[in-house]
């Protein structure tokens, strides 16, 4: 029986990819660099916008002129983090019903905690228990202390409670925590990956989480 379901936010609830790829062009155009495509984006994100920036910036940047474009990608992005972004579809819809179910959600990302929490009250508001992003005293994911924190706030069990991501980063995180875990293919990186980081399920839409509830298959 199925208690909790604890989300990742970019790439499996909202589309944030252009947005994140406006600001990691402007941080990138702040240290001279050339831009980088919407593709390579996606392959850069995941692990918290410190790592995709270094990711991002040319091979041999220093430090310092890293932490310029940082800088940079933080200033614009606080300005346009939802010029772009939209949820993706079927989403609202599914979190409506889980509530309606008595099953608890959550968020845990590796974006920065203020924004999450200010896109989960802008573009879900009232649909999550508890939300967690980056914050100064926590790994980040793939390391589980966000999970077991929201688990013990919830007060719900590993044994009860899956978690939902698109990239190798959430399957990792959901094997580190103990927790089942449900890929999704509509995020930022697809259906091979996540059948190669082992993930229990994966689904195509939105709508298919809760037929695998009703049906008693989580």
Not at 10 to 20: F, I, K, S
Not at 58 to 64: A, F, N, Y
Not at 72 to 81: I, N, P, R, V
Not at 146 to 160: N, T
């Amino acid at each position: 029986m199925l208690d909790a379901v604890i989300f990742d936010m970019d790439g499996t609830l909202l589309d944030t990819l252009e947005d994140l790829t406006d600001a990691a062009n402007a941080g990138l155009e702040a240290g001279g660099y050339p831009n980088r495509t919407l593709e390579e984006i996606r392959q850069f994100v995941g692990n918290g916008v410190r790592t995709l920036m270094s990711r991002a910036v040319p091979q041999g940047t220093s430090e310092q002129k890293m932490e310029e474009c940082l800088t940079a990608f933080k200033d614009f992005y606080a300005q346009h983090w939802q010029d772009k972004t939209t949820p993706y579809e079927g989403i609202p819809q599914l979190l409506a019903a889980l509530r309606k179910k008595g099953i608890k959600t959550a968020v845990i990302s590796n974006k920065y905690e203020q924004a999450v929490l200010e896109l989960c009250r802008d573009y879900f508001p009232g649909s999550f228990d508890a939300a967690r992003g980056q914050r100064e005293d926590v790994p980040l994911k793939p390391a589980p202390d966000s999970v077991f924190s929201i688990l013990e706030e919830l007060g719900m069990s590993k044994e009860r409670a899956i978690y939902v991501g698109d990239s190798e980063v959430d399957m990792d995180t959901a094997r580190n925590a103990g927790l089942r875990s449900a890929g999704v293919t509509w995020g930022f990186r697809g259906r091979e990956l996540l059948k190669a980081k082992g993930a229990d399920f994966i689904i195509d839409e939105p709508g298919q989480l809760l037929t695998l509830i009703d049906e008693g298959l989580i």
